[in-house]
């Protein structure tokens, strides 16, 4: 698991972040062990506490469940749930700072389904 830290975000979110991405990916599947909190505190060579804080940040949210003497598991349905969650989201804060920059640009939607569709014939 590969993490691009910033100094914007406390690390603990970051990490955070970075497992909700591989739920979404679908590289750590519904059903699946997360890595142990031990692992990824070696690996990344951070505190095994802040990775605790990140992983109970997903127990919190119902996407990761803990197994008594067996770990922490992605329950069935995150990564639908994430999904639409992440839908929303883009929905409600990204698209409508897209559609300004569009209409500040000159932009329509035509010209960008038309771009994107010249985008698919170069693949």
Known sequence: MQINWNDKDPIFRQLHD?????ILEGRIKDGEALPSIR??????RINHITVAKAVQLLVDEGLVEKRRGMGMY????A???LAGDEQKKFIKQEWPLICKKMERLGLSA???LESLKKGDKKR
């Open 18 to 22: 970075r497992l909700v991405e591989l």
């Open 110 to 112: 035509e010209t960008l």
């Open 79 to 81: 990564a639908g749930q």
């Open 74 to 77: 992605v329950v069935a349905g």
């Open 39 to 44: 692992e990824i505190s070696s690996q990344h």
